[in-house]
């Protein structure tokens, strides 16, 4: 790789690979690697700086992840993040001990120099530790701290090592642009990587993957697998088949829409409705359900594929499926994306290829861009590959996705109607497992309760619940309740992710 690279050296945070996207953002290449990477490996890029991730652990455990202690004396640029910032600390003798902060902090900046160059006295920051450095060798200048946290920042007095204890990586952090960008120009970095470079890339893997082969595409007309078949169509053309597993959890029409979005591809509709339901007769648990449908489609597409001679399966995993899969030693499994976790230990392909898989869904939208796909995929809201079946709480039965897709239609008519629509990143409805008593015409009614969930995300991996005008909200609520019989009450979803995740199950 002849581009300046800044490594990202992975500790297991949730939001590790967003600091490698802020990078890229700023037209550096940046790569997210194991945090044990050696420094002879390290040697095989063109590395102009170094970034330690955030992490869950405790660094001053022994069973910690652990950096190559070698790597710090490269005299490449460093900067730790979080975890990072505690490592570094901790390497060079400082203390650790317990000190918490969650969420906006104000963070005082006692010296605006190197990283925090330009940062004025007082910046809101977002920090996520339990851990503080308590203090550092003689060697380090504290750069800024905060309430509960004495040294916040830092930087080494004569090596090009630097450490911030809040996150500059997530939105919240207001300036946090700024600190890579100083970062950057610390690092000598010259800006001269672009989006059309990884395009490139990706077609030319998924070519040497697949070689002479022939593969199926598991497309879902959402953006990921639109992008992902139109990467491969490049790199292998009608080698590659796009198979459309109806598992009956789709919204209104929207098979017909794909079908009619790639009609000028081999396509192939597989009626899987009886077959998904039967599978998830008397299943409660989300994280089995998932995993159930995830098995399905895989055992599905092992049999499209034997029919048309196909040895490999590409999907359009993105980073965030797979970071909340759990794929990572040191990160917490949050839920079971179908499309990573779900897919059973043996299957019966030659490898599968995920040319997306380190891409965040705003990157996504921006290759699809570029790519020339039509306007209606591009801006379609995301929607999980096991469809409405996560958003039927507990068991899934014909009737209750009957009664989520009609209130799903409602919830999209109405947003449709407003400007919302281009500021929301999701909205949709939940079928709750909770009965509640209603009226109806006079008469006692007992049906279902309604959740509406709309939020406002630049990437998914953090939500906020969108402050939706009440009018809309009533308009929603009073057609779900007219139109849906079972129907009686509907309540709005009013929290943030974190602490919930985006959808309910
Ligand atoms: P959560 O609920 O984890 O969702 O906050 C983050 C984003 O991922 C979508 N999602 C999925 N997408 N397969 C998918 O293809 C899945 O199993 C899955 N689960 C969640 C969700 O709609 C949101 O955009």
Known sequence: MSYDTILVLDFGGQYAHLIARRIREKGVYSEIVPHD??????????????????????????????????????????LGICYGHQLIAHMFGGKIGPGKEYGATYVVIDKPVDILSGLSKREKVWMSHSDSVLSIPEEFEVLAHSKNCPIAA?????????????????????????????????????????????????????????GNGKAIIALSGGIDSSVAAAIASRAIGDRLTAVLVDHGFMREGEIESIKNAFKNMNLIVVDAKGRFFEKLKGVFDPELKRKIIGEEFVRVFEEVSKEIGAEFLIQGTIYPDRIESGFRRHSDKIKSHHNVAGIPSRVKFKKIVEPLKDLYKDEVRKIA?????????????PFPGPGLAVRVIGEVTEEKIDIIRKADRIVREEIERTKLKDKLWQYFAVLTNVKSTGVKGDVRAYG?????????????????????????????????TNEIPEVVRVVYDITHKPPATIEWE
């Open 369 to 381: 861009l570029m790519l020339g796909l039509p306007r209606e995929i591009v801006h379609r809201q």
């Open 37 to 78: 990477i050696t420094p002879e490996e390290i040697k095989s890029f063109n590395v102009k700086g170094i970034i330690l991730s955030g992490g869950p652990a405790c660094v001053i455990n022994e069973s910690s992840p652990k950096l190559n202690p070698k790597i710090l004396e490269m005299n490449i640029p460093i």
């Open 154 to 210: 830092f930087k080494h007095k004569n090596k090009p090592i630097y450490g911030v204890q809040w996150h500059p990586e997530v939105i919240h952090t207001i300036k946090g642009g700024l600190i890579f960008t100083n970062f950057i120009s610390i690092c000598n970095c010259q800006a001269n990587w672009k989006m059309e470079n990884l395009i490139e890339r990706m077609i030319e893997d998924v070519r040497n993957e697949i």
């Open 448 to 480: 279902y309760v309604i959740a509406i969930r709309a939020v406002e995300s630049a990437e998914a991996m953090t939500a906020n619940f969108a402050r939706i005008p009440y009018k809309i909200l009533e308009r929603i609520s009073t057609r779900i």
